[in-house]
């Protein structure tokens, strides 16, 4: 599981090359020197001494005289169940590197009064303090693959954009047209859970595309980028379009090393997405409101879309357009040209 954002892991994801063959992410053959140095959130190093944040390590031998045994169940991150039972002798042997006074005032839950509320108790903080340290890893590792797909961007002159929105909102229909009137060299590489349909819709316009199937996983990732760029070719001022996982939460954490972040926003959502799913508009470098062929036919309040955007991203540009109508698509494509220029 994503210790970030909690969605399945991504050990399953692979690519789509041109050829529609299948190809494991942990097996791809790169020529670029990277060095895959595979850091796993999960170090299992656990030979049953649980380091807690103020690094005793507890033999679990405690003999107490008055015969409290108490069954504690351990919940690590791992899902590890291990259910110790401490037989209180009242003679402390532990295994510390130094002595600890107890005073054995045995707090239990059911004795709480309002003037003692109460407390977590230290696995929980432990529990808590680790993921938020794994979160911290993961998002680490992440931005340093980010920056180096930023650098090997720069060096071949490709101009990257990440394209997220909600499922449904137009993704892939407002690519399809791009790539046939905009009339640069561009590349996509698709991101969905499963089936390559949009890959194959990408292709038919002419256009090179790479799916990257996430599995269980919710986002793409700056190593899934770096993963596909062998895959793709890529030549000198080419428009590379990152079509996200369809989600308006996890995508947002993860860099994958683009020049500029897009949201897409179609009027059949309603108007209040920028305020439920703040994160990510507030990372938009510009929001495409889409579908707006079909306003005739909605009670749609567009000022008030327009005010929740730049209630949460005030610098962010607002474009409205329709990819089947072709309604707002030039100021589309000279937005995409001034960018890259």
Request: charged share 20%.
């Amino acid at each position: 599981m994503c210790v970030t954002c909690g969605c399945g892991n991504t050990n399953n994801t692979t690519l789509s090359n041109q050829n529609g063959q299948s190809i494991p992410l942990h097996t791809h053959t790169h020529e670029h020197p990277h060095t895959h140095t595979h850091e796993h959130p999960h170090s299992h190093e656990h030979p049953h001494s649980h380091e807690h944040p103020h690094s005793h390590e507890h033999s679990h031998t405690h003999e107490h005289p008055h015969s409290h045994e108490h069954s504690h169940t351990h919940e690590h991150p791992h899902s590890h169940e291990h259910s110790h039972t401490h037989e209180h002798s009242h003679t402390h042997e532990h295994s510390h590197e130094r002595t600890h006074e107890h005073t054995h005032s045995h707090e239990h839950p059911n004795e709480n009064t309002d003037e003692h509320p109460p407390k977590a108790s230290k696995a929980a903080v432990t529990e808590v303090l680790d993921l938020h340290l794994l979160e911290q890893r993961v998002l680490d590792k992440n931005d340093r693959i980010a920056e180096r797909n930023r650098g090997f961007f720069a060096g071949r002159g490709v101009f990257a954009l990440n394209l997220m929105s909600s499922p449904g909102a137009g993704k892939t229909c407002l690519l399809e047209r791009t790539l046939r009137e905009i009339g640069a060299p561009c590349a996509v590489i698709e991101g969905d859970q499963a089936t390559s349909l949009d890959a194959e819709a990408i292709r038919a316009t002419g256009t090179p595309a790479i799916q990257v199937n996430t599995g269980k996983g919710c986002h793409l990732e700056a190593e899934m980028i770096w993963a596909a760029l062998p895959q793709l070719p890529l030549q000198d001022k080419t428009l590379l379009f990152i079509e996200n996982v369809g989600n308006l939460v996890c995508p947002s954490l993860f860099d994958l090393g683009e020049h500029k972040r897009i949201v897409l926003m179609s009027v059949t959502e309603g108007e209040n997405k920028p305020l439920k799913y703040p994160h990510i508009f507030r990372s938009a470098d510009l929001v495409l409101l889409t579908k707006i062929d079909l306003l005739p036919y909605l009670d749609y309040d567009l000022p008030r879309a327009l005010d929740a955007i730049h209630t949460i991203q005030p610098d962010a540009a607002i474009l409205q357009v329709s990819a089947r109508s072709g309604d707002g698509m030039a100021a589309w494509y000279d937005w995409l040209r001034q960018q890259k220029a």
